[in-house]
């Protein structure tokens, strides 16, 4: 194992519980644990006044231990920052403290893998507001953020979804009951509002005739020459409010005047762009005017038989216009009387359309959906049991729809529609507990032994999980047959593939990747003018895509460390100095002919070149985020790598330690790793500096905005460092060869993010054998992601539960 590794492993070890020291026999504490206590802590943690209110003299044993896991935490924290023993006594050597450490460690493994399996218990978790919003747009068509007025939800162990910090303020309360009234109104209208009517005026019909045409009709002369006058005359589809969606009836008013004796004849068509299925030659060839050969294609909806003859007694004409799609025009044309026989002339008054004619949105047709012939009491029954399936994610019992049964018919007692009492039952619902939190009911709440969730319990834990929504009526099916526990892994293999999957990218990764606060960061455009609102979307669209293309394509996680491809628009490649999608370099040879030019605000899709950029690290999102306003951090970005990549995030700063110089004279004066050198110097600072800089500095070819460069102001760009036991690297392909070489460090810091994500709640030491496991499943499958979402979704923690009576 290179010596770098090595070294952070072993803070890894001290950070995060994992042991290396894993032996087959029961580690003997009163050899391994107990010489260290006695001589560097008893004496002032011993007796009956010990020091801090902690005696560590009570612990003679390996099962001591065990019972107060969370005081050797801190015990071992303590050690680990060197903050005890106190400067004033002896203290042990690096090594001795290393020895220590990794015995206690290796006491709390051995009992792990000892102990009983502990699928833990999760704080019923209330809807945060993006779950809430996406619940209410699944459930009953809602189309608009409902959350708006919502106070920010609290973030626990990096997430927003985590049942200990979702509590429910008066303020919340009060905020839900207003989205309710809203909600409700909006996806039901008790008083649908008659279809729109849209009349075009015949001088304004095409050809537009509005200069000369004068009156209320708009003459069509069909032995005239000119088209503006012969016709035939159209009104544009997008006017009429044509679509695929469209429930429409088009008409016209007119009449017209004939010397002969023969019917006059009209057709109504269809013409232009979006015709399908039209009218053949010969038929086309009835119709009247200059301009019809240059309207086609042409579809002949109708023909009709103009009886009216003069203005104050108008004929109106008609056709259904159901759901045809987008198409370009719709027109009169006169067909052509018997031969020998003058044509007849037309007066149009306008052309029209009225609709949609369903007027209530769809979210009202859908949620009150019934069987017809059933009475009006068992239609309340059908709409109501199915939406409290839905709603409170498991099928409604009878006392709970009883009582919304009973809602809409005091409703309707009191004067009220049906339609108003059903929108009162479903305001109602929105208000529950049952609804606002994600309830797992438990028939034996204080039994420690442990028991599966139920398989509708199972699929809200899954939809909120890949989708922060509902589950939909696959999931709620399978659940209700109980047959979604035997399809865990087929089914998080569609709900990947579904669109809904983008909340696992907004709502998991940019949190993990604490990339949210670039909307609010602000870098020094003085310094950094590229720096702009474009550019700030840009980072953060770039990550998304490439965090959701390793998702879909179920590529390894470790190309998340580093990749050959990303996503850049013009904005994002400018910074880069990236010129076309074969990632040739703007103002260099061109090495990799045949690239697409990256113009725009549209994405493509990059193939790299090089190692300089390529997954997460060196995206500018991440590389923004951890810079200050005016210059980089390596502290930040070596931080940032070994909490977020690595899992082994170092301990807080001691106090009092002061800030680094700003100062112009010491800014100009030195670099900034000559200014870091000698903050380093201070003996608080060093230990952690010494994991943290080497990270930083491999990055500090990348400004403060994720450009590259090769100086910092005047001074040179040294890119290198130099960890504790001497091993070296030097910029990101050298950082990003050593992070994917320890692949499994990386490994178990997503698989843990990404379960506290899962479970909504931080993870405990009885949750080490799910991460190994989970671990050990992914080395074995080429770390694919679609391996790392369905042993989580399979692992205990995830299906099983337990009750409260158990030592927490």
């Known amino acids: ?364 047709v859908k949620l009150l959906a019934c069987t017809p012939g059933k009475t009006p009491a068992e239609q309340t029954v059908e709409v109501l049991t199915r939406f409290l399936r839905r709603a409170f994610r498991r099928p409604g019992t009878p006392d709970e729809l009883a009582r919304l049964v009973k809602l809409v018919e005091t409703a309707q007692a009191g004067g009220e529609k049906w339609e108003a009492g059903i929108q009162q039952a479903i305001q109602a619902t929105l208000c529950s507990p049952k609804f606002l939190f994600r309830v797992e009911l438990d028939d034996r709440p204080q039994s420690p032994d442990t028991q599966p969730l139920d398989e509708f319990q199972l699929a809200s834990r899954l939809s909120y999980f890949l989708w922060s929504t509902m589950p939909d009526d696959e999931l709620l099916d399978l659940a209700g047959k109980k047959e979604l526990t035997a399809n865990l892994s087929a089914q998080v293999k569609r709900m990947l593939a579904d669109p809904k999957s983008n909340a696992l990218v907004d709502n998991f990764a940019l949190q993990w990747l604490q990339i949210k606060r670039l909307k609010s960061t602000s870098p020094d455009t003085t310094l950094f003018p590229q720096f702009n609102e474009a550019l700030r979307g840009a980072m953060l669209q770039e990550s998304v895509l490439f965090f959701a293309s390793v998702m879909r394509e179920d590529r390894s996680i470790l190309d998340l460390v580093d990749a050959d491809y990303t996503f850049l628009n013009e904005p994002l490649a400018r910074l880069y100095g990236i010129d076309d999608t074969n990632g040739n370099l703007k103002g260099q040879k061109v090495e990799k002919p045949g690239g697409e030019a990256i113009r725009g605000e ?28 005016t210059r980089t951090s390596p502290v930040k970005r070596g931080r940032w790598v070994l909490e977020q990549i690595l899992g082994a995030p170092p301990p807080p700063p001691p106090p009092n330690v002061p800030e680094l110089a700003e100062d112009k004279q010491a800014t100009a004066g030195a670099s900034l790793r000559e200014r870091m050198e000698i903050h380093r110097k201070n003996p608080a600072c060093a230990n952690c500096h010494a994991k943290m800089d080497p990270i ?73 054998p799910t991460v190994d496991k989970i671990v050990a499943a992914l080395a074995a499958g080429d770390y694919k992601f679609s391996i790392l979402m369905t042993e989580i979704v399979q692992s205990e923690p995830f299906r099983l539960r337990r009750g409260s009576d158990v030592a927490e």
């Open 696 to 768: 930083g500095f491999a990055l500090e070819n990348y400004d403060g905005v994720g450009g590259f460069r090769l100086k910092d102001g005047t001074f040179d760009i040294d890119p290198s460092g130099e960890f504790a036991d001497g091993t070296k690297v030097k910029g990101p392909e050298e950082l990003k060869t050593l992070i994917r070489g320890k692949k499994e460090l990386f490994a178990r810091c997503l698989a843990e993010k990404m379960l506290i994500y899962a479970l909504g709640r931080g993870l405990e030491y009885y949750d080490r």
């Open 602 to 629: 549209d994405f493509k899709r990059v193939s790299l070149q090089g190692r300089a950029r390529g997954g997460l690290l060196t995206q500018a999102s991440v590389l923004t985020v951890t810079s200050n306003p």
């Open 1 to 364: 194992m290179p010596r770098c590794a090595a070294i952070l492993l072993a803070f890894f070890v001290v950070a995060t519980g994992a042991s290396p020291l894993i032996a087959e026999d029961a580690p003997d504490f009163s050899k391994g644990g107990l010489p260290f206590l006695k001589k560097h802590c008893v004496e002032c943690h011993s007796g009956k006044e010990p020091k801090a209110e902690l005696a560590l003299d009570v612990f003679q044993d390996a099962a001591s231990l065990v019972k107060q896991r969370k005081i050797w935490d801190n015990v071992l924290r303590m050690i680990a920052t060197g903050d005890m023993p106190p400067k004033a006594k002896p203290r042990p050597t690096v090594a001795e403290s290393e020895q220590f450490t990794d015995h206690i460690k290796a006491v709390f493994d051995f009992a792990d893998r000892h102990a009983k399996p502990d699928p833990g218990r999760v704080t019923m978790r209330r809807l945060n507001r993006q779950e809430y919003t996406n619940t209410v747009r699944d459930l009953v068509g809602a189309d608009f953020n409902p959350t708006e007025d919502f106070p920010a939800d609290d973030v626990g162990h990096g997430f927003d979804n985590i049942g200990d910090v979702l509590s429910l303020s008066p303020l919340l309360m009060e905020r839900y009951l207003d989205a309710a009234e809203t909600i409700t109104s909006r996806v039901i209208l008790v008083n649908p509002p008659a279809p729109a009517r849209r009349y075009l005026s015949g001088r304004f019909l095409q050809p537009n005739n509005a200069q000369t045409s004068q009156g209320r009709f708009r003459q069509l002369n069909p032995t005239s020459t000119e088209a503006v006058h012969s016709g035939p005359f159209t009104a544009g589809g997008d006017y009429l409010k044509f679509s695929a969606d469209a429930d429409l009836i088009v008409r016209a008013n007119l009449y017209a005047e004939t010397k002969g004796t023969s019917p006059v004849k009209v057709a109504f068509f269809l013409s232009g762009a979006g015709v399908t299925e039209p009218s053949s030659d010969a038929e086309i060839e009835q119709l009247m005017g200059a301009n019809v050969a240059a309207m086609k294609p042409i579809k002949i909806v109708q023909v009709f038989e103009i009886t009216a003859r003069e203005a104050k007694a108008t004929q109106q004409i008609e056709f259904p216009y159901n759901h045809l799609g987008v198409i370009q025009r719709a027109g009169l044309a006169l067909m052509k009387p018997p031969a020998g026989e003058e044509p007849a002339q037309l007066f149009i008054e306008h052309i029209w359309s009225e609709g949609p004619l369903e007027t209530r949105p769809a979210s009202h």
